[in-house]
């Protein structure tokens, strides 16, 4: 079957058309919301299409249930006429025969290029949506990890609560075979194992408090009241450096020349095992007695004095007879707050209530 030259032609054209487009698609390609936008189009248009098939469908069904057709076989029309009528039929049926479909021929070309053509559209998509998939995949990694984590604290609190549940109903079932005397003495008995355990815990808390104030944060708050580095910015001052003092700009003077046992004294470490060895013999037990020999034992005995006022005090405020490094770290460690309206009077934090103003 022979195809003109002018198919070919716009055949060709066509093609030529489609690798253009495909070339400017490569260069700057489409963003996801415009192939989405696109394939909603492309999917109305079909819809449409199929909506005006059945239409069509359904009134060629009509034609031929009314049978409106052309009726050729009746009876009592005249031979002449009839023959008249089967010839116009017959040369209406053969001039359909003899037009040409609509469809290109079995041979022709552009069906393999709108295949191509289709399946070069159907890649550069799935190019973009890999693309897109990339860039969401770390967010919803990301996402899945955190509800895995929701559900595994999920997962602790309901063990949790069903746990509480079942040693709160078995000691509904033994107390209720229990006197309200019994009741009380075990109420009793649990209150002062619970103070008895707090104490114990007081206790062990305040030596360590005692301890790290002794060992690390005395030298420091000598250094930052005689105008050094604030606590916290260097962790170990030698005694040296705090004879010396500082300078206006903050920085270290210059010591003195010491012999080798001065440089011995100013060791961190031997001032942690002197003061070690200091409280197992029980020389300082009362810090607030002990007479400071340098200044950052006289830091030391300031902390010490300030926290015991502080702890006495309760929730009342405590009046402060200066200004001192020990007062401003306990206010900027959150331990303590100044009074809203004079900063001389101090108080712990109350911790089972709201921060004040």
């Known amino acids: 079957m022979s195809v003109d030259q002018e198919k070919v032609d716009k055949i060709r054209t066509f093609a030529d058309r489609g690798h253009n487009l495909e070339k400017q698609y490569t260069e700057n ?12 189009r492309l999917d109305d248009t079909i819809r449409s299409l199929q909506d005006h098939v059945k239409r069509q469908e359904d009134t060629l069904r009509k034609l031929r249930a009314s ?8 009876q009592g029309t005249e031979p002449t006429k009839r023959l008249a009528q089967v010839r116009r039929v017959k040369k209406a049926y053969d001039s359909l025969l003899q037009s040409e479909p609509d469809l290109p021929a079995p041979d022709s070309p552009l069906p393999c290029l709108i295949a191509l053509r289709e399946t070069s559209r159907v890649i550069q998509e799935n190019k973009a949506s890999i693309s897109s998939l990339r860039k969401s995949l ?8 955190d509800e895995q984590e929701d559900l595994e604290d999920a997962k602790i609190i309901h063990d949790g609560l ?3 549940i079942q040693r709160t109903k078995r000691e509904q079932s033994e107390n209720s075979t229990k006197s309200p005397s019994e009741l009380a003495d075990e109420f009793l008995n649990a209150e002062r194992k619970k103070m008895r355990a707090l104490k114990t815990s007081s206790s062990k808390l305040r030596k360590d408090l005692d301890q790290f104030i ?21 962790m170990e001052i030698p005694d040296s450096t705090l004879e010396a003092g500082y300078t206006a700009h903050g920085k270290p003077k210059k010591p003195k020349s010491t012999t080798t046992r001065d440089m011995d004294e ?4 031997q001032q942690r095992i002197d003061n070690l060895l200091r409280r197992q013999r029980g020389d300082d037990d009362d810090v607030s007695n002990a007479r400071p020999t340098n ?3 006289a830091a030391a005995v300031a902390m010490h004095e300030l926290v015991n006022s502080l702890l006495e005090s309760g929730t009342s405020y405590v009046e402060l007879s200066r200004e001192s490094a020990a007062s401003r770290f306990l206010v900027r ?16 934090i109350d911790f089972g209530r709201s921060f004040e103003d």
């Open 214 to 234: 002794d060992d690390h944060l005395a030298s420091q708050l000598a250094a930052e009241d005689l105008g050094g580095p604030v606590v916290g910015d260097i």
């Open 333 to 348: 460690a959150k331990v303590a707050q100044l009074h809203p309206r004079d900063a001389r009077k101090i108080r712990l």
């Open 162 to 164: 069903r746990t509480r």
């Open 67 to 74: 049978k409106q057709g052309l009726d050729i076989s009746g």
């Open 266 to 269: 100013d060791d961190p470490r």
């Open 295 to 297: 200044k950052r034992e």
């Open 29 to 40: 390609p489409l963003s996801l919301d415009a192939i989405q936008h696109y394939n909603r």
């Open 138 to 145: 770390p967010s919803s990694r990301q996402q899945l990890k």
